[in-house]
């Protein structure tokens, strides 16, 4: 079998695959229903497909001429694409991804009332939990004078870890 395909074209391709996991990252992160696993293989596919067109029309509009072996140049796109994620920019468009993604409602805790979610400062938190610490739900009362003199208010964390709401 001999597949035949014009290099300049190739090479553009394989320079826009580089750089398409980005490209994936920030329309995986922005389009609200791409949620499951499939959905970005397929949002990767959309993109592959859309690289090749591009270079066949810049290559038609360069030479007038049309490349027989397309389905190779897409191939080629989805393996550079699968490559360059795998092997270069995964952290770097994961972070992408990740940024442009909207919030997640976290809901309530009972179905009435949200969720109460209180943090620490990394000085604060215990040693034992890396450096952070979070409670979810009510915390237990302790009296500024127990809490030696912490103000009212305010979160204090004993000596055993645990946290309590200052009152």
Known sequence: MNLEIPTAPAGV????SFFAPYAIAALNGVLPFVKRSWQ?????IVVALLLTAIVFVLYYAITADTIPSWPVLVLLS?????????????NSAT??????SPPIDAGTADGTTAAVITSLPEASAP???GGAAFTIGPLPEITSADAGGAPAGTIWQ????????VV
């Open 158 to 165: 004993a000596p055993d870890g645990t946290l309590h709401r």
């Open 127 to 129: 040693k034992f939990l």
């Open 95 to 100: 972070k992408i991804e990740e940024r442009l």
């Open 40 to 44: 970005r293989k397929l949002v990767t």
């Open 78 to 90: 989805l393996v550079v694409i699968a490559t360059s994620y795998a092997l270069v920019t995964k």
């Open 13 to 16: 391709l394989v320079l826009l």
